[in-house]
């Protein structure tokens, strides 16, 4: 199991941009796909991104277009930029190691980092 660190979060107003940096031990991201999650109050933990080790990714409909998952391999650290942001995108964000080609078959590996909280708000 890896040891994750999410970054990045905080206050960005309606439209703004954000982007989070997941930083994994050892050489995860180069072995295991890699995704991004998010948990708002009161919803159930989502599927937001996944990247393959290869470097495919797919998105969850509520994000595509808006968030752009990336690897940065030497730094073992998985990216997501997100821009559009709205009060929806509300939550704390965790990033994972697993396996997986897209969203419909991804299988976490089960070990989750504190998260990275995100607030949308004017």
């Known amino acids: 199991q890896a040891q994750l660190v999410e970054s990045g979060g905080g206050l960005v107003q309606p439209g703004g941009s954000l982007t989070l940096s997941c930083a994994a031990s050892?050489?995860?991201?180069?072995?295991?796909?890699a995704a991004w999650y998010r948990q708002a109050p009161g919803q159930q933990r989502q599927l937001l991104a996944v990247i393959t080790r290869g470097g495919a990714t797919d998105y969850t409909d509520s994000v595509k277009g808006r968030f752009t998952i990336s690897r940065d391999d030497a730094k073992n650290t998985v990216i997501l930029q997100m821009t559009n942001l709205t009060p929806s995108d509300t939550a704390v964000y965790y990033c994972?190691?697993?396996?997986?080609?897209?969203?419909?078959?991804?299988?976490?590996?089960?070990?989750w980092g504190q998260g990275t909280q995100v607030t949308v708000s004017s």
């Open positions: 994972n190691a697993g396996q997986g080609t897209n969203t419909y078959s991804y299988i976490s590996s089960g070990r």
């Open positions: 050892g050489n995860t991201f180069s072995i295991y796909a």
